[in-house]
Structure formats: C-alpha cells, structure tokens
C-alpha cells in the first residue's frame, strides 16, 4: 500500500500542475533514475543494442537515446498523472496520426479493430481521442500491485471512456465482445507478461511473443492493425498506422497464428529502428539480459 501513498502524493501534485512544470518534474525524476536505476537502464540498454546493433560501437550515442528513452517515458507518466484534470477536448491538439486510411479500412470491414502495438508512447491520449471520436476502445493491461494503483489506473482511464482488459479469461471474453460489437481493441507484444509466449525471431533473435492476438483475429476474421504511438518534439504526438494483417485460416491454427504474428513484429521492428529513444522496455525480453 506504500506504493499506492506515494504515487497518490506525487500525482496530486502533478495533476494541478501546468503542462510544462508537469514535464519539468519529470524530466528531473527520470534523471536521477537513469543515473541511479540498478536494472532498468542496463536492461534498457541491453534491448537497444539488439534492436540497433550499430550501438554496440558507438557508447556516445547508446547513451544519448537510454537518456532520451527515459526522458520520454517520464514525460508519459505525467500525462498519465494529469488524465484526472484533462479533458480530451485538451488533448485533442497533441495528436496528429498518419495511416489514418488503415483504420478506416478496418473499420468498414465490420469486425471491429485488434490494434497491437508495442510499449511506446502514451496510448491514454490516442485512445481516450479514438474513443471520443470513432469507437469505444479497450486497453489490454497487467494488474498491478497494489490493487488500489490498478483501479486508479481503471478509473482514470474510464472517466475518459477507455475500458481496461485484464489479461485473463474474463478479459479475453469481454474482448470477443467489443469485436462483435465493432469496437476497437488496443495490445501490446514486445513483452511476455503472462509467460506463454512462443519463441520467435524479434530484431533477429529468438524472444517469447504472445500468438494471442494473432489468435483472436483467426477466431473473428478481425484484422489486425499495426500502429505505433511516439512523441514529437513539440511535446505533441504522433500516431502512426501500418497496413493491416489478415490472420488466415489454412486448417493449422498454431502455424497460422504465427505467420500473422511474424507479419505484426516486422512492422513493430520498423518502428522501433526508427524510434528506439521512444521505446520503453527495462524488462528482460532475450535471454541473458541484466
């Protein structure tokens, strides 16, 4: 519970806070984590050289984009202190989004929307946006601990009409649901969280991915699209859509949910070789990690 004291503390201070000293204090904090972190930068680091392999030669700049990739993390988690206080007329300015015919393809086919991703950008402004605009959005998310951190995030992101899906199979019930209902669903697969990835090549080596989306768009006919969220200089964002993958269905369910997966992490691939100071992930995703 001392965790959910602290950040209470902290983001009701946030939260009253204008846009700028929000990212200031950020900012500040992910300094000192990034010079003091025993595991997140090492590991942060690790990923970006298998994701950028030219960093192994080149320190100076690994080091520009682990700081950077703090940086922007940080400034994410201000805006996700300052969701209570934001409306999403506010936030409607900071996006801007590219593929924009992608989605709309999706939607006309009538199955809903399976959006996955990887753990980049702030997807509460897209989603509360989406949400606002097109269809009511789902967000898949681990349950955190304490229990009263996670229902904060639950709230919060309902007050701005973003359901949030546990990863169980009280979720993935309700998230069959918002498909028949053409809603849009949003994920994430960079990352094992549960431990039933399968292994597969990721920049190349062998990770654990998660075929559950792949599995879910095989089972609806709901295509899934590849979309990345980054953030611009201007402090605005940037979400940017890829073109859909179709998961087929050849009779061999397991091949079939990995050929579509393969297709998803070549697209996540690009973007994160494009924007490795945006994605996030001090976590151990290939064996041998710090």
Known sequence: MWRYRAFKSVQSVVERLP???????????????????????????????????????????LRRLSWLNFRNHAKAYADLMMLPR?????????LKVQGMEYLEQARAIGKGVLVVSCHMGSYEVVSAIWSATLTPVSL????????ALFEWYRDTRARLGISVLTLDTGGLRRVLQALRDEEMVVT??????????????????????????????????????PVCVY?????????EGAPLVFAK??????????????????QLENF??????????????WANSP
């Open 19 to 61: 846009r700028s000293l929000a990212y200031a204090l950020a900012v500040l904090a992910a300094r000192l984590a990034w010079r003091f972190s025993p595991l997140a930068r090492p590991r942060l680091e690790y990923n970006l050289k298998i994701a950028c392999p030219e960093l192994e030669t080149d320190p100076r700049e």
């Open 188 to 225: 994430a697969i960079d990352r094992d969280i549960v431990g039933t990835g399968h292994p597969m090549p990721f920049f190349g080596r062998l990770a654990p991915i998660p075929l559950g989306p792949a599995a879910i768009a095989l089972r609806t006919g709901t295509p899934i699209f």
């Open 272 to 285: 994160i070789r494009r924007h490795p100071e945006q994605w996030h992930v001090p976590h151990a995703i």
């Open 140 to 147: 898949f998310a681990e349950e955190l601990e304490p229990r």
């Open 86 to 94: 934001t409306s999403v007329e506010t936030m409607r300015p900071w």
């Open 231 to 239: 953030r611009l200089p201007d402090d605005t964002y940037q979400a």
């Open 249 to 266: 269905d050849t009779g061999d369910p397991r091949g079939d949910q990995i050929r579509a997966t393969e297709q998803v992490l070549r």
